[in-house]
């Protein structure tokens, strides 16, 4: 018999091109989620703690998300001391809930797997040669 | 009114410490959850398909997650021609397992904060001074 092919329609079945790499790293995720459910912001210290993160790695990572587009910083004196007050933009907004659209995807694929069902994209695996 | 400190409780409330590296970064994702999804293994060139990577980034983490011991690698001859067969190993799996369980978390707060439900941290946001 001859030996099937792997359908077409199983190419790319695990690429998981949705998942945004600026959101999706590790340190950068759990910033953007903070934010997300603090929409009216949060001060610089108070995220440092909620994600535990150092000041040198916050500050690189909110570069990266201010780059972007999906975090707008604000710098600001409060009883005469400096403060600087990050917040999620619309932008980032849409492209979160996009990023968590994937993210689903990604766990109940995953979950099926686990369990050993049989995934949606019909792929084979390895058949007696 | 004294203005009130961060609870302590929500100190590392978004640091997802559980999101392992090695199995987080998008590419590996998508070949564990390919690899987990069968578990007898899979060809170099389907795994190669369902997750849409060229034949050298795809050896270049395959190699990353080997030396982590999560993924075994088998080279061998069949009708002549060389082989290479795939496995998730019994530590992978167990690692996946509790990665995945972090994972579902994100989602469940990323869900949540985008819904505007308070967060079970009992973090606050921003406060008048």
């Given at each position: 018999m001859a030996k099937t092919k792997a359908?077409?329609?199983?190419?790319?079945?695990?690429?998981?091109?949705?998942?945004?790499r600026v959101i999706h790293e590790k340190a950068r995720l759990g910033v953007l989620t903070s934010l997300v459910a603090h929409p009216k912001g949060l001060l610089f210290g108070d995220l440092k703690q909620l994600c535990k993160l150092t000041d040198g790695n916050l500050s690189r990572h909110l570069q990266v998300l201010e780059e972007a587009g999906l975090v707008g910083i604000e710098k600001s004196f409060a009883h005469n001391r400096p403060q600087t007050v990050c917040r999620i933009t619309a932008e980032g907004r849409k492209r979160y809930l996009r990023y968590l659209d994937v993210l689903e995807q990604v766990v109940r694929d995953a979950s099926a797997a686990a369990k050993g069902e049989v995934s949606p994209g019909g792929q084979r695996g390895l058949a007696p040669a």
């Open positions: 359908p077409e329609a199983s190419s790319g079945r695990f690429a998981y091109d949705g998942l945004d």
